[in-house]
């Protein structure tokens, strides 16, 4: 059963959690304990801000022994044409104030054009009918929406050499996607950093990371790989990931000098085309 996600239907969620935990004696941290969960998330969660995954859920429902109704009765985002595991990071990425990402391969979600993203939709497992590529590009465009407002979140982008480098689609694709990037930076909606080939061995080269904050809730880090998506939310755990993160922005290219590789880039690319087109 779906139970569709919104601030009423987490509440009450939440209420439920904390009527259980009272009935079962245990104080969050207790509970927190026993179903390997932060006494943070749990309390959130109680408050209705935050969801458990099903995972949590299942402990939830193994701790207080609730027959089921956690995992059962979970708000999800169902509606949302989004990787399964890339659901919970998509609701925090909506309330966040502040984001930053590094992406070692491909052009971040928000920042990809709609030919990019159709090109990224058309490569993986399972493949996916036309039908299906257009209504995941677009459910990509709508998220990338923030950018109209100016003033919030605040957008910060590490790019590793290799996502200009490596060419999805075309030449053309690229040159329009690099120019997006290079005009959102040069009006100042977004700051952008490149990471050089040339630093080597760096502190991200594990994959993609995301860095969230929030005006009423802890900053949380999400960790991406393949198939799979984690949200860390121990503060010992978000805050290593903003060292890391710190750590490569240090090895980075400024953004001036990010903006003047990308144009560079973008240039080569549209030459590429020209060629291509006249040979």
Same mark, same amino acid.
């Given at each position: 059963?779906?139970?569709?996600?919104?601030?009423?239907?987490?509440?009450?969620? *939440?209420?439920?959690? @904390?009527?259980?935990? /009272?009935?079962?004696? +245990?104080?969050?941290?207790? &509970?927190?304990q026993r179903a390997v969960m932060s006494r943070t998330h749990i309390?959130?969660?109680?408050?209705?801000?935050?969801?458990?995954?099903?995972?949590d859920a299942r402990r939830l429902d193994q701790v207080l022994g609730a027959g089921g109704f956690f995992e059962r009765f979970l708000p999800t985002l169902d509606g949302k044409k989004v990787a399964e595991h890339f659901k919970e990071a998509l609701e925090f990425e909506g309330k966040a104030k502040v984001i930053k990402e590094y992406a070692p391969a491909l052009v971040p979600g928000l920042l990809?054009?709609?030919?990019?993203?159709?090109?990224?939709?058309?490569? *993986?497992?399972?493949? @996916?009918?036309?039908? /299906?590529?257009?209504? +995941?590009?677009?459910?990509? &465009?709508?998220?990338a929406r923030i950018l109209d407002n100016f003033h919030a979140p605040e957008l910060r982008f590490l790019?590793?050499?290799?996502?200009?480098?490596?060419v999805v689609g075309s030449p053309a694709v690229m040159c329009e996607q690099l120019r997006h990037i290079s005009e959102l930076a040069a009006n100042r909606r977004i700051r952008a950093h490149v990471l050089p080939y040339?630093?080597?061995?760096?502190?991200?080269?594990?994959?993609?990371l995301s860095l969230m904050w929030f005006e009423d809730?802890?900053?949380?880090?999400?960790?991406?790989?393949?198939?799979s998506g984690r949200i860390l939310e121990l503060s010992s755990a978000v805050h290593a990931c903003q060292e890391l993160y710190d750590q490569a922005l240090g090895d980075a290219l400024s953004h001036r000098e990010s903006l003047d590789l990308l144009r560079s880039v973008a240039e080569d690319y549209e030459h590429e085309a020209q060629r291509a087109d006249h040979p």
């Open positions: 059963m779906a139970i569709e996600d919104n601030p009423r239907t987490r509440e009450q969620y *939440g209420q439920e959690l @904390k009527r259980r935990r /009272e009935a079962a004696g +245990l104080t969050q941290e207790e &509970l927190s309390a959130h969660i109680e408050a209705g801000r935050r969801r458990p995954d099903p995972e990809q054009t709609k030919g990019y993203a159709y090109e990224v939709f058309g490569s *993986g497992y399972p493949r @996916k009918s036309d039908e /299906e590529r257009d209504k +995941l590009v677009a459910t990509r &465009l709508e998220r790019l590793d050499e290799a996502v200009l480098r490596r040339s630093v080597g061995a760096h502190a991200l080269q594990a994959g993609f809730l802890p900053p949380i880090a999400y960790a991406e790989g393949v198939n």
